[in-house]
């Protein structure tokens, strides 16, 4: 017998095979899959009646009792945020000292390294690219990023570890399932909050391919790590300001809060419009274990906080930072007529500014953070001074005097920077992971414009409706 | 039915064992269970360092193999992911499911939290139906003494039809029984009849109908009975893999992958 007739002997026998399995399946009563699960269900609990006793015990109440609370259908939501908020306030609280310091110690060294250049006889330019330039650049990203994260990240990775983070997806489940995306994307969307381009990387955990489009995209909706300094900065300065310093910090974290909340519900309002739209389909249902809750392994917190996430944060960042600070210094150093090519660019860009209440500074300080979110409030400072370099302000009253005497900020400033900092276009790290992830250049593209649409849209009508108001 | 993994020779379902390289190993093993069991942790412990740690052919699930010896045998430990079920379309479940029914591992240790038995029963249920070569491997059994959860163990064994050994991987408490225990399944010394799930009437005769033409079409497949079940539910996913094209393309990919790195493979001899 040759191989050619076996072959399709075997094969003739497999196609009658299949057949008679799709006869048989017609036959069958239509829900006989839900009963074989039911069965396998029901078998299970028998056994494990049958061969387990258990002695009430503290421990395990306690577990369940927890999880009544945590998981609540009224409470659980609450806590939630109560929780975030409380993480942000340890955070804005614990980070102002370490972060003081840190810039302290940094621009030291740029006086003495600048000096140092002097002396040896460079050429300013050498002096002032490299120091005020490159260095400051770094040194803002540095000073300003590392303590919130060395603070927040491992906040974080305590929640992640005692096994909180699933009880989130569960609380959220049901609205993202309302919106018609994956209750994964409450996971995926919490990852977001320590970094975009993280949060993109982890919805390879949701399985369809609709779904996780839809996390990917609406993953910029939370503001990542980069984006606190300036939400901490306008929380601090025109909402704390407010109060009497005692409750200063609390009112800080509040605004911080808020603004997380307005990106929690963009992320769903927008979910919700791509669902309905261009990525059309049902939400699929997934298992979810509520994991039984250890204690956290202190050794293991800290490596996953600091090696995995604040240094490779930190690494990226400083990465982006440099070439930013490089281009920030020749915009203020190069001059046409008798204005720096950064002066043209801000007049240029006024109007667009003025339109969505912030204005041409904000505006230019975006488009150079495009690479890094962190080093928006530098550059802001730095156009409004026009010292033709980033400044380290001594305190934030100086600050506040420069923002709202000098640049007229008002409210309004205030609010539209807020919204447009939560909204906007994901820095380019996230794009390339965007690109990376589903290998293709048309929903890289989407993923940058869609919030960006998003944010002048919004900055715009707010801006538009609150000068109507006042007016009238 | 058991059938030994040698007996196949002939069938291109089990040449190449989904490129598990077995040649230096005397024994295949596959650990499965539920994720958050302490799978990892036993893998660890059986393995020590010897591990190798990349992807499965295709996915992007991460694979992790190692090999270690017990009583002069080598045995070859390959970690499937850790799943709650086989019977939807996840990569995981998929990746888990395909390897318990084609590369014919010699026995599968399902790892069990001893303090969620219900949950985990579960899966086992299910893997018992594709594979009846298995221990039950209950760990964490600290975790359920310091719950007040008291598991009988035998009456458990006598329930599934397969041994059963509580363990505690974190410790290494019971781990050279448990080996012990593998050896004794591999050479036939402990005899097995694993619980089967009891389908309704219905069911069960569209099963039996079913078994004689599997049999001829698949005449040395050793789950006749499983794969029934997947084919009658038209599971899109089993039935492809059981159409000559598709299997033959999958099988083949690893079959040539082998022979580039230059090893002896027989492949023509359907």
Redesign the interface.
């Known amino acids: 017998m040759n191989?050619g007739e076996?072959?399709t002997e075997?094969?003739r026998?497999?196609q009658?095979?299949?057949q008679?399995?799709?006869a048989?399946?017609r036959?069958?009563?239509i829900d006989?899959?839900d009963?074989?699960?039911e069965?396998?269900?029901s078998?299970?609990?028998r056994?494990?009646?049958?061969?387990?006793?258990?002695?009430?015990?503290p421990?395990?109440d306690l577990d369940q009792r927890i999880d009544r609370i945590v998981t609540h259908p009224i409470l659980g939501l609450p806590l939630m945020l109560l929780g975030l908020a409380l993480a942000f306030w340890i955070t804005i609280v614990g980070a102002n000292y370490p972060s003081e310091m840190i810039a302290r110690l940094l621009f030291a060294v740029e006086n003495y390294g600048s000096k140092f250049f002097d002396w040896m006889g460079m050429p300013w330019w050498v002096t002032g690219f490299l120091w005020n330039g490159v260095y400051r650049g770094l040194a803002w990203v540095v000073s300003v990023m590392l303590p919130p994260m060395a603070i927040f990240f491992p906040l974080f990775t305590i929640l992640e570890d005692l096994g909180y983070l699933p009880r989130v997806a569960f609380n959220l489940d049901w609205l993202f399932k309302k919106v018609g995306a994956h209750g994964k994307q409450a996971l995926t969307m919490t990852m977001g909050f320590g970094c975009n381009a993280a949060g993109v990387i982890a919805t390879?955990i949701i399985?369809s391919p609709r779904e996780r489009l839809i996390a990917i995209l609406t993953n910029n909706f939370v503001p990542c790590n980069g984006r606190y300094p300036t939400l901490i900065m306008l929380g601090t300065i025109f909402v704390a300001g407010a109060f009497p310093p005692a409750f200063a910090s609390f009112a800080a974290a509040g605004a911080v809060m808020g603004s997380v909340l307005i990106g929690i519900l963009f992320t769903f309002l927008s979910s919700y419009l791509l669902s309905r739209t261009v990525l059309k389909g049902q939400a699929s249902a997934f298992?979810l274990?509520l994991?039984?809750y250890r204690t956290p392994n202190i050794k293991r917190i800290l490596y996953t906080s600091f090696i995995d996430r604040t240094i490779f944060v930190l690494w990226r960042a400083m990465v982006m930072a440099a070439p930013s600070g490089a281009v920030i210094w020749i915009l203020a150093n190069i001059h046409i007529g008798n204005e720096s090519l950064s002066n043209i660019i801000t007049r240029w860009l006024n109007p667009l500014g003025y339109a969505i209440g912030l204005d041409g500074v904000i505006l230019l300080a975006y488009i150079l953070a495009i690479p890094a979110n962190e080093i928006v409030v530098p550059t802001i400072v730095m156009g409004y001074l026009k010292a033709g370099m980033m400044m380290e302000l001594e305190s934030l009253s100086e600050l506040r005097h420069l923002l709202v005497e000098q640049a007229g900020w008002t409210l309004l400033t205030a609010i539209c920077l807020m919204l447009f900092s939560v909204l906007h276009n994901p820095c380019s790290t996230t794009v390339l992971t965007i690109y990376k992830e589903t290998g293709s250049k048309k929903w890289a593209i989407i993923g940058a414009l869609f919030p960006l649409g998003f944010a002048f849209l919004t900055t715009f009508l707010v801006a538009s409706i609150w000068r109507l108001l006042l007016r009238g | 039915m058991p059938v030994s993994p040698h007996s196949c020779k002939t069938c291109p379902m089990y040449v190449n064992r989904l490129g598990v390289d077995v040649s230096r190993w005397d024994y295949l093993i596959a650990l499965a269970g539920?994720?958050?069991t302490g799978k990892s942790t036993l893998f660890n412990a059986l393995t020590g360092l010897k591990q190798h740690i990349g992807n499965w052919p295709g996915k992007?699930v991460s694979r992790a193999e190692g090999g270690f010896q017990f009583n002069g045998k080598k045995y070859k430990l390959v970690d499937l992911p850790g799943t709650?079920?086989l019977?939807s379309a996840?990569?995981e479940e998929e990746i888990a499911r395909d390897f318990l029914l084609f590369a014919n591992p010699d026995v599968v240790m399902i790892v069990m939290d001893a303090?969620a038995?219900?949950?985990n029963?579960?899966l086992?249920?299910?893997i018992l139906e594709i594979t009846p070569r298995s221990v039950l491997v209950l760990n964490l059994m600290d975790?359920a003494r310091?719950?007040?959860?008291?598991?009988?163990?035998r009456?458990?064994e006598t329930?599934?039809g397969i041994p059963v050994v509580p363990i505690v991987a974190r410790t290494g408490e019971g781990l050279s029984f448990l080996m012990q225990t593998v050896s004794e399944v591999i050479e036939g010394r402990i005899s097995l009849k694993p619980?089967h799930?009891?389908?309704?009437s219905?069911?069960e005769s569209?099963v039996q109908?079913?078994l004689p033409?599997?049999q001829?079409?698949f005449p040395d497949f050793p789950n006749p009975r499983w794969i029934?079940?997947r084919?009658?539910?038209?599971d899109a996913s089993v039935?492809a893999v059981?159409?000559?094209n598709q299997e033959g393309n999958a099988f083949r990919k690893v079959a040539e992958k082998e022979n580039e790195q230059g090893r002896s493979f027989d492949r023509?001899r359907?």
């Open positions: 191989r076996v072959l075997i094969e026998k497999q009658i095979l299949l008679k399995a799709d048989l399946r036959s069958l009563h006989f899959r009963r074989l699960v069965t396998i269900y078998e299970a609990h056994i494990a009646e049958a061969v387990t006793r258990v002695k009430p015990n421990a395990t390879r399985e298992t274990e994991p039984p | 539920n994720p958050n992007t709650y079920s019977l996840s990569e303090t038995i219900e949950r029963l579960n086992t249920l299910q975790e310091k719950k007040g959860i008291y598991v009988d163990h009456h458990l329930e599934l619980r799930i009891p389908l309704d219905d069911l569209a109908q079913l033409l599997l001829e079409a029934a079940l084919l009658l539910d038209g039935s059981l159409t000559r023509n359907a």
